[in-house]
C-alpha cells in the first residue's frame, strides 16, 4: 500500500484532476484515513476527541512521514530515482520499510488499548503491501488501488459486522465511488492498465477485510 503522494513521471500526461485524485489519495495517506474512519463512524468515537486526534496523527507520522522521508534519502543516495518510485526494480526497499511501518502502526494502536479489529486492519495493510512487493517485481501492481481497496475492505467489515454506527451503507458506497474515481485516475494517467488496477483492488479488500474477519 505505498506509493508516494505526487507522481513525477509523465507529470503532464492526463487530466489535471486525475493528478490530484492520485496526490490526495496516495497509499501514504490512505492508512491516516483509514484510523480516521474507524475514529470517527464506530464506537470509538466516545472516545475523547483530543485522543482520538492524537491516535490519529500518530498513525499519520508512522505510516506516512517515516515512509516519505525514507523514500527522500533513498532519492538523495540515488537508490530511487523519483517520488513516484516509477522505477518497478528501486521498490523493494521502500515497500519493505513500508511493511515495516505498518506493522508499527499495528503495534502503536494496540499499545494505546485500540480494539484488535484497528489493530488486524493495519496487520492486513502490511500484508497487502508485502504481495503487492513480490507481484510488482514481475508485474506493475496498483499500488493506489490496492491502497484504497483496504479502506473498501475495512469499510465493508465496518458494515457486515454492524461496527460502524454512522451510515454505514452511505461510507461503504462513498468508499466504492472512491476506489472507482481513483482507479479512473491511474489509468487516465496512464499509470496503469485495467487489470494492474483491478489486481490491485482485489488485494487491498480481500487483505483488510480478510485480516478482519480473522479477529
Known amino acids: 500500500m505505498i506509493a508516494t503522494s505526487k ?11 486525475a493528478q490530484i485524485v ?23 468515537r466516545a472516545v475523547p476527541e483530543s485522543s482520538r486526534l492524537i491516535a490519529t496523527l500518530i498513525v499519520a507520522a508512522v505510516t506516512a512521514l517515516v515512509p516519505l522521508g525514507a523514500i527522500m534519502l533513498l532519492m538523495k543516495l540515488g537508490r530511487v530515482s523519483d517520488t513516484a518510485i ?7 526497499v521502500p515497500y519493505s520499510i513500508a511493511v515495516v511501518c505498518y506493522c508499527a502502526a499495528a503495534w502503536v494502536v494496540r499499545s494505546i488499548g485500540a480494539p484488535w479489529w484497528l489493530t488486524m486492519f493495519f496487520c492486513g495493510a502490511a500484508f497487502a503491501t508485502a504481495v503487492s512487493l513480490v507481484i510488482t517485481l514481475v508485474w506493475k501492481i496498483s499500488a493506489h488501488s490496492t491502497a484504497v481497496g483496504g479502506l473498501v475492505g475495512m469499510m465493508l467489515w465496518f458494515t457486515v459486522s454492524g461496527l460502524a454506527d454512522v451510515h454505514a451503507m452511505i461510507w461503504l458506497s462513498m468508499v466504492i465511488v472512491l476506489a472507482g474515481v481513483v482507479g479512473t485516475a491511474r489509468l487516465l494517467l496512464d499509470r496503469h492498465t485495467l487489470a494492474q488496477v483491478l489486481a490491485g483492488l482485489a488485494l487491498g479488500i480481500a487483505c483488510c477485510f480478510g485480516a478482519m474477519c480473522i479477529y
Open 22 to 44: 492520485s496526490d490526495v489519495f496516495s497509499p501514504l495517506l490512505i492508512p491516516t484515513y483509514g484510523m480516521a474512519m474507524a475514529m470517527w463512524i464506530t464506537p470509538l
Open 86 to 92: 516509477s522505477n518497478t526494480r528501486e521498490r523493494l
Open 7 to 17: 507522481d513525477n513521471t509523465d507529470s503532464r500526461r492526463g487530466p489535471r484532476w
